[in-house]
């Protein structure tokens, strides 16, 4: 099932990546037709900054299933492996809470705004907000996951840290990332 789930985490990332590429080459093309030919699209301004959002939110999501978010762990490595271990579940605990508030005010945007046209290309608002919508389920389901796992490994008393392993590639995130 792991495996599976880490297979959907590989497309978001493949989707990020392919957003980043669809926004350098949208403000490449706009360059261009602005300051060359001086006619620009309406539209690619917009998109762009559509794409952008969407680079961002995916990102997040792949680095929430492999804990690699940009951390400061100064004062964490102090600590003993069963103080830390109740410290991520009270963080993972208090994540889930704003992930949580954050699926349902996004379904509550999508509710209100949903269906407004955007103003340059007149496509539905909720394609833009949807990226909100995905990052919310699929981070609330990874932090129910590790959460629960995390607990799971309070009550047994057992050491270590197998609910994230390594990121896309074999390569550990965490330490790639790491300051």
């Not at 109740?86 to 992930?99: D, E, S």
């Not at 705004?113 to 981070?139: N, R, W, Y």
């Amino acid at each position: 099932m792991l495996r599976l789930w880490d297979r959907f985490i590989q497309l978001i990332d493949l989707a990020s990546a392919l957003c980043v590429v669809a926004m350098v080459s949208i403000v490449a093309v706009q360059i261009f037709l602005r300051y060359v030919l001086g006619h620009p699209f309406v539209w690619a301004d917009e998109l762009a900054n559509w794409l952008f959002v969407w680079v961002i939110y995916l990102g997040a999501t792949v680095l929430v299933r492999y804990d690699a978010h940009l951390t400061v762990e100064i004062l964490t490595d102090r600590l003993s492996p069963r103080v830390n271990r109740w410290r991520k579940l009270f963080i993972n605990l208090l994540v889930l809470a704003f992930l949580v508030l954050l699926f349902w005010e996004t379904i509550a945007l999508l509710q209100k705004f949903g269906t407004t046209a955007s103003a340059a290309m007149g496509v539905p608002m909720g394609l833009f907000f949807g990226c909100g919508l995905v990052f919310a389920t699929v981070s609330v389901i990874e932090y129910c996951r590790q959460t629960i796992g995390l607990a799971i490994m309070i009550a047994r008393g057992t050491t270590g840290d197998p609910l994230v392993g390594a990121g896309l590639g074999g390569r550990d995130l965490k330490e790639a990332v790491k300051l």
